[in-house]
C-alpha cells in the first residue's frame, strides 16, 4: 500500500508515517524545500524514519508541483494534514492562511480527482468548525460556527471533502479532531508552552511562565491516539465524517498544576497572567462526543492527559538537560 502525507514533518504527520511504515506502507510526504535544506531542525520529528521514507519538495499552494508529485507517486491514500495551523482569532494574516488552507486542500481534491480517482483522501478538519458552539458535547450532527480565520479555512476544506466525496465519488473522509498534543507538539500551544516552561523553571533557566486565561478549558488528547482514528477511517467500506475527542475538559490550570508538580513545584509561585495572551472566551464548551468513531471505527483514546503531561514532561527535561 502507498501513502501521501502532506504535512509529514509535523506532530501528526510524523507519527502517521510511523504507524504506516509498522504496517508495511511504502510512505511519501510533501515537506518544503526549506525544511529539506535545514533537515536537523526542521525534520526532527522525523529524525527516526527518514531513511525509511521518501520526501518531496513542494508548495501545497503550488498546483503543478502538486500535480508531479502525485502523478510520480500514485498513492492508494492521500492524508491531508498540512495547514497553517495557529488560531487567529486576530485575523491576522488570513489571506495567507486561506491561500494553503482552502486553495491547498482545493489542489489536491482536484488533482486526485484527474489523475488518481481511485485513491482514498482523509482531511484533517478540527474542532474549529464549531467555534460559538450551540451546544456541548459537539458530534457530528452539530452545526458549525467557525470564529476564527482558520476554522473557516477549515469548514471550506470539510465541504470540500463532501461535495468532492457526494458529487465525484471520491473516497473522501474528515476527521474532526480535537486539540492533540505530544512530545512533538509546536511550542507555540499551550501544553507545550507550559510544559517547556515548568521544565525551563525546574531547571533554573527562567523564574516565570506568563500565561493567558488559566480557566480555558479544552478536550486535549493524544496525538498519536489520533492519528490511529485517521487510518481506521480510511480502512472502512464507506467514506465518512468522525468526530475524534476524549469527550473530557481540562484547563489550562490544571495543566500547569499536573506539569509542575511532577516536578516538585507549585506552579502558582511562577505562573503569571498576561491579557495579551486572552481570547474571547467560550459560551459553550468545545468537548467532543466521538461515540460514532467508537462504535463504527471500534476507536477510543488511550493515554490519560495525566500520562500525557507528564510524558511530555519527562521529554524536555531530556531535551533541555542535553542541550537540544
Ligand atoms: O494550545 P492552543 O493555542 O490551541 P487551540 O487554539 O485550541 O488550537 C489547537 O487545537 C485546535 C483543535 O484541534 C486545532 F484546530 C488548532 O490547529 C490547534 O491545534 O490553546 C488552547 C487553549 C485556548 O483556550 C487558549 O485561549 O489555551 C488557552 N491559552 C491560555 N493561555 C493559551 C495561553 N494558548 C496559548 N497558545 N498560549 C497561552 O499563553
Redesign the pocket.
Known amino acids: 500500500m502507498k501513502a501521501l502525507i502532506t504535512g509529514i514533518s509535523g506532530q501528526d504527520g510524523s507519527f502517521l508515517a510511523e504507524l504506516l511504515l509498522a504496517k508495511g506502507y511504502e510512505v511519501h510526504g510533501i515537506v518544503r524545500r526549506s525544511e529539506l535544506e535545514n533537515p536537523d531542525t526542521s525534520l526532527q520529528n522525523l529524525k527516526e524514519v527518514i531513511n525509511q521514507i521518501t520526501l518531496h519538495p513542494a508548495s501545497i499552494e503550488a498546483y503543478p508541483s502538486m500535480f508531479q508529485i502525485v502523478q510520480r507517486v500514485k498513492p492508494e491514500e492521500c492524508y491531508h494534514l498540512a ?1 497553517s ?3 487567529s ?1 486576530s485575523f491576522d494574516d488570513e489571506f495567507s492562511i486561506f491561500n494553503s488552507n482552502v486553495n491547498g486542500t482545493h489542489y489536491i481534491l482536484s488533482i486526485l480527482k484527474e489523475i488518481a480517482p481511485l485513491c482514498k483522501f482523509y482531511f ?5 468548525l464549531f467555534g460559538r458552539a450551540s451546544s456541548y458535547p459537539q458530534n457530528e450532527n452539530t452545526p458549525f460556527h467557525p470564529r ?1 480565520a ?2 473557516i479555512t ?1 469548514a471550506t476544506g470539510y465541504y470540500l471533502t463532501c461535495n468532492y466525496r457526494d458529487n465525484y465519488g471520491l473516497f473522501g473522509c474528515n476527521g474532526i ?5 505530544s512530545t512533538r ?2 511550542h ?7 510544559v517547556r516552561g515548568a521544565v525551563q523553571i525546574k531547571l533554573g533557566l527562567t523564574h516565570e511562565l ?5 480557566d ?3 478536550d ?1 488528547g493524544y496525538a498519536p491516539d489520533y492519528v490511529k482514528a485517521m487510518w481506521l477511517m480510511l480502512q472502512q467500506d464507506q467514506p465518512d465524517d468522525y468526530v475524534i475527542a476524549t469527550g473530557i475538559l481540562h484547563s ?1 490550570r490544571e495543566c500547569c498544576e499536573i506539569a509542575f508538580s511532577s516536578m516538585g513545584l507549585n506552579y502558582e509561585e511562577h505562573v503569571k ?2 491579557p495579551k ?3 474571547p472566551a ?1 459560551e459553550v464548551p ?1 468537548v467532543g462526543d466521538s461515540s460514532k468513531a467508537h462504535e463504527k471505527l471500534n476507536w477510543k483514546p488511550e493515554k490519560s492527559f495525566r500520562e500525557m503531561i507528564e510524558e511530555m514532561v519527562e521529554c524536555d527535561i531530556a531535551e533541555i538537560s542535553s542541550g537540544r
Open positions: 495547514a495551523s495557529f488560531v482569532y484533517a478538519g478540527s474542532s474549529e476564527s482558520y476554522g477549515k479532531a480535537y486539540n492533540h498534543e507538539r509546536g507555540e500551544f499551550v501544553t507545550r508552552k507550559i506568563v500565561l493567558g486565561n488559566l480555558a478549558k479544552r486535549w489550562v497572567v498576561d495572551f486572552f481570547r467560550e468545545l
